[in-house]
């Protein structure tokens, strides 16, 4: 991403010269990875391979609301696949299809933690 970033600047500076124009570049806002509970991440692959969904773990850049609760409790996300890979975007688009699966994944693993009955199951 620092390369990129890098390569991006080199090329505003290149056309301030050229075209005698000035650009302004405020920094990239980062945020810190998050690592999410094993407990849940597990859980969730559980449940999709019994409901013979075909899933994957993997990582997430974007800034999500699991980056705050996981600092107060346990998180795990479950992603659903976009039309040609876009998200985060206006051209963004999912199939109703996986919507479904997604949702059946994520009521079934409530489901599942609900019945585990470990109290310290939400602690941090």
Same mark, same amino acid.
């Given at each position: 991403?620092?390369?990129?970033?890098?390569?991006?600047?080199?090329?505003?500076?290149?056309?301030? !010269?050229?075209?005698? #124009?000035? @650009?302004?570049?405020?920094?990239? *806002?980062? $945020?810190? &990875?998050?690592?999410?509970?094993?407990?849940?991440?597990?859980?969730?692959?559980?449940?999709?391979?019994?409901?013979?969904?075909?899933?994957?773990?993997?990582?997430?850049?974007?800034?999500?609301?699991?980056?705050?609760?996981?600092?107060?409790? !346990?998180?795990?996300? #479950?992603? @659903?696949?976009?039309?040609?890979? *876009?998200? $985060?975007? &206006?051209?963004?688009?999912?199939?109703?299809?996986?919507?479904?699966?997604?949702?059946?994944?994520?009521?079934?693993?409530?489901?599942?933690?609900?019945?585990?009955?470990?109290?310290?199951?939400?602690?941090?």
């Amino acid at each position: 991403m620092n390369t990129l970033v890098g390569e991006v600047i080199e090329a505003l500076r290149t056309l301030e !010269k050229k075209q005698g #124009i000035q @650009v302004r570049i405020d920094p990239p *806002i980062t $945020h810190l &990875p998050t690592s999410l509970s094993r407990e849940m991440v597990t859980t969730i692959g559980q449940v999709a391979d019994q409901l013979e969904i075909a899933n994957k773990r993997m990582d997430s850049g974007a800034g999500h609301d699991a980056q705050n609760m996981a600092a107060k409790t !346990k998180a795990g996300m #479950i992603f @659903v696949p976009s039309v040609d890979g *876009i998200s $985060h975007a &206006p051209m963004e688009w999912t199939n109703w299809r996986d919507i479904e699966r997604g949702t059946r994944v994520l009521t079934e693993t409530l489901k599942n933690l609900s019945q585990k009955n470990n109290k310290t199951m939400w602690k941090a």
